[in-house]
């Protein structure tokens, strides 16, 4: 392909993706349907604007897919990923090991040999792992309880690809040399060699990223230059992907595991920020692709049958994930939007049915009928998602756990309105309660929403982000909002919401820490609380009388500490880009700090001229 062939090719993806996003979107449909349509107007059955190529750039755009695992391993932490071990060794490892039945009998129904009838449910019981996050993520669901249910669905998923790349070879009938169908370095060496080695490369990644990688991005960071840091973690994806690949592994996987490793870093929003554009374009064009390599004659010519396999699909894999749903407790309106979500096949069939054409698993005209099938179930996806929010959720939504007998949140004219019943918003609505005033609270957790009915809580379940929930709960009538949901980033897009609808609410926010403190202040918030502050000084002051300190020496010690904690919040906030002068002048209110105290105290006399002759210098 020509220089100018290039960019003329790269203008009409990036024409298409500008006009036809912004439309899906503003119908609704979400961007991923967006970019499939506009692949499908200029892939070469419809405009012909672009050409086969299509189905080549489609395996250089999965690598969007590696980078989003990659910033998604960066939103989690270890902790979370045990958390949610129930559900990803229970629920995912049912959930391929059933639909790989169900479509395997099928097949063999339909007269297909046993061993095409494995592979072919090996295959459908996988989905799209970029489809179904990014939906998640437009939607703001990745924390929901189907988010979580979906993702580790899909991260087992992720990690089956390994085994069942490897029970391929065994459903031939051909002999197969490596050079067919690997280019994996370990291909030569017996199983248990395979095991360990991947073991080996899996550990070397996690010790890499919590020892190594930390000082080599500070160091990075230091020479100031934001292009080489924004190469620095580019490089750290494409090594990654190489690596485990190299030893037959998912890229996803690995790159996912170093996402998850370098979640407690303190380059972790940084990394993020720098992935994102390129993770953006890449997953554009990955679905741009799909649309483009769609096979519409083929569509065309076996209208009936496709349609039949599609929804047959569909079907399918959604009645198991709704059974597995049921079995796990998962409430009916998240059950059904996993179930929708999960339903299509993923863009690994696409390698998978590659893979088995030269393995001599299917035929050729299976295979294109079978792409085409697939393509057109991840197409309808978001359009089957859409309708299911428009139609069925709002319904099922009205019938959650609610304090109220008639099942609809009803306007309220509660003055205030507690977002997020936990630990933190569970102490505020007690207290405002025994004071008389009026509060409506919203909460996301199922089991929490009916107990406090119980308790007589004027309480709904919903999404507080949601501002047709909000306004439904009496946000108009509302004079002060208190935001104290779990999630830093549900809290962002809660407080940015009202603030935009409803700039004249009141907004009072609980923060986790000084940081996130900064953060809620940059957004305009006057009203912020640090979740843990007054309870560890009062600690600290009880600590005090414990050690023979009065009491009303240490209750002035304790009000000292919090009035100059808040003068020392104000000064450090103009300062906290510059983190030279933002530290240096930490430890300067530190050392007056001390000083006061210990005057206050009358312990003039204990203070560490060490201490006080550094604070001179600074």
């Not at 072919?120 to 792992?129: D, H, M, Q, V």
């Not at 049915?353 to 978001?382: N, Q, R």
């Not at 996301?444 to 004027?458: C, I």
């Not at 809620?520 to 002051?541: N, W």
Request: proline share 2%.
């Amino acid at each position: 392909m020509g220089e100018v062939q290039f960019f003329l090719q790269a203008m009409i993806y990036l024409t298409s993706a500008i006009i036809m996003v912004p439309i899906a979107n503003r119908l609704g449909l979400g961007s991923v349907l967006g970019y499939l349509i506009a692949g499908i107007v200029i892939g070469p059955f419809v405009f012909g604007f672009v050409g086969s190529e299509g189905k080549d750039l489609l395996h250089f755009a999965e690598f969007g897919v590696v980078m989003m695992l990659f910033a998604i391993g960066l939103e989690l932490e270890l902790s979370l990923l045990w958390r949610l071990k129930f559900w990803l060794l229970g629920l995912g490892g049912l959930q391929l090991v059933l639909t790989t039945f169900v479509v395997f009998t099928c097949s063999i129904l339909f007269q297909f040999s046993w061993k095409s009838s494995f592979a072919l449910g090996l295959i459908l019981s996988l989905s799209s792992t970029a489809i179904v996050l990014q939906t998640l993520k437009e939607k703001g669901l990745m924390k929901s309880i189907s988010g979580q249910a979906s993702f580790s669905i899909l991260l087992f998923q992720d990690m089956a690809v390994i085994p069942i790349l490897a029970i391929f070879p065994m459903l031939s009938d051909r002999e197969i040399s490596t050079s067919e169908h690997g280019h994996s370095l370990v291909d030569h060496l017996p199983g248990y060699q395979k095991t360990l080695v991947v073991l080996g490369v899996v550990i070397g990644i996690i010790f890499i990223g919590r020892y190594l990688l930390s000082p080599l991005f500070r160091l990075i960071a230091k020479s100031g230059s934001r292009e080489i840091f924004t190469g620095a973690s580019l490089l750290l994806v494409i090594a990654i992907s190489v690596l485990m690949g190299s030893v037959g592994v998912s890229a996803a996987l690995g790159t996912f595991l170093a996402g998850v490793v370098l979640a407690s870093s303190e380059f972790r929003h940084e990394l993020e920020s720098n992935i994102e554009p390129f993770k953006g374009l890449l997953l554009g064009l990955f679905f741009l692709s799909v649309g483009a390599s769609m096979d519409i004659p083929v569509v065309l010519e076996h209208p009936s049958k496709i349609v039949g396999i599609v929804f047959g699909i569909i079907f399918a894999k959604a009645i198991v994930l709704l059974l597995l749903g049921f079995l796990f407790k998962i409430p009916l309106d998240q059950n059904l939007y996993m179930a929708l979500a999960l339903s299509q096949v993923g863009e690994f069939s696409f390698v998978l049915f590659g893979y088995s054409e030269g393995l001599g698993v299917f035929e050729k005209e299976t295979i294109v009928i079978l792409v085409a099938c697939v393509a057109l179930s991840m197409a309808l996806t978001p359009i089957l998602l859409l309708l299911y929010e428009k139609t069925i959720f709002t319904r099922l939504q009205s019938k959650a756990p609610q304090s109220e007998t008639n099942g609809k949140i009803e306007k309220e004219e509660n003055p205030v309105i507690i977002c997020g019943f936990g630990r933190f918003g569970n102490m505020v609505g007690r207290f405002l309660r025994s004071n008389g005033v009026g509060i409506t609270i919203l909460d996301y957790d199922a089991d929490r929403v009916e107990m406090l009915g119980r308790f007589g809580f004027k309480v709904f379940f919903g999404d507080a982000t949601r501002l047709e929930l909000l306004e439904s709960a009496g946000l108009e009538h509302a004079k002060i909002l208190v935001a104290a949901l779990d999630h830093p980033e549900r809290q962002q897009e809660l407080i940015r919401n009202v603030k935009h609808h409803y700039p004249g609410i009141q907004i009072l926010a609980r923060v986790g820490d000084r940081e996130e403190a900064y953060e809620f202040k940059e957004m305009g918030l006057s009203y912020i609380y640090r979740e843990t502050r007054e309870t560890a000084v009062t600690l600290a002051s009880d600590v005090l009388k414990l050690l023979g300190t009065r009491s009303y020496a240490a209750e002035r010690a304790k009000n000292l500490f919090l009035a100059h904690d808040d003068e020392t919040f104000q000064e450090l906030f103009s300062l906290r880009k510059d983190r030279v002068q933002y530290i240096s002048l930490a430890k300067q209110r530190n050392l007056e700090l001390e000083r006061l105290m210990f005057v206050d105290l009358g312990k003039e006399e204990e203070l560490s001229r060490d201490s006080w002759s550094e604070m001179e210098r600074m």
